[in-house]
């Protein structure tokens, strides 16, 4: 879901800044739009359906594919909460036509920087478990049907 949120935003900020105009000042274009920055929020959606794969099917190779996507996306997050810093720390005033766009711009910012903190923590978590998982023996991975099943 913090994946296609952050998709969702993505699009947003490119209609709004695509909708400039050129004025005496130029344009706003932030460090984290030049980046794609919001649009890496596809790493998590993709880490997520391999969660969900390997919740369903655990394979050692796919835990193992599991905890590689995690920590991308760990250094991801890390990445895109620098770069968002950086650009919330720097304001250079854009033409007084785009100001609006570039203030709604920064607030969307702002509001992304609330969930970098959440997608580090959901994969560092997946991360720690699947470290643990790793060392457990191939036969006492279980898939979560058969622990349903075998509860009834």
């Known amino acids: 879901m913090i994946g296609i949120f952050h998709v969702f935003m993505w699009y947003f900020l490119l ?84 100001y609006g766009q570039a203030k709604l711009g920064r607030e969307v910012s702002r509001i992304l920087l609330f969930f970098y903190p959440l997608e580090f923590s959901v994969a560092l978590t997946y991360s720690i478990c699947s470290c643990s998982n790793l060392f457990r023996r191939q036969s006492d991975l279980t898939s979560v049907a058969e622990e349903a099943e075998n509860t009834f």
Request: glycine share 10%; net charge positive.
């Open 15 to 98: 209609v709004l800044y695509k909708g400039q105009i050129k004025g005496a000042f130029g344009i706003y274009e932030p460090v984290t739009y030049k980046t794609g920055c919001t649009l890496w929020g596809i790493f998590f959606i993709i880490a997520g359906v391999f969660i969900i794969g390997v919740t369903k099917y655990p394979t050692r190779s796919g835990i193992i594919c599991t905890l590689i996507i995690n920590i991308f996306c760990i250094i991801t997050t890390i990445t895109a909460v620098t770069l968002t810093i950086i650009e919330l720390s720097h304001f250079n005033s854009p033409s007084y036509r785009n």
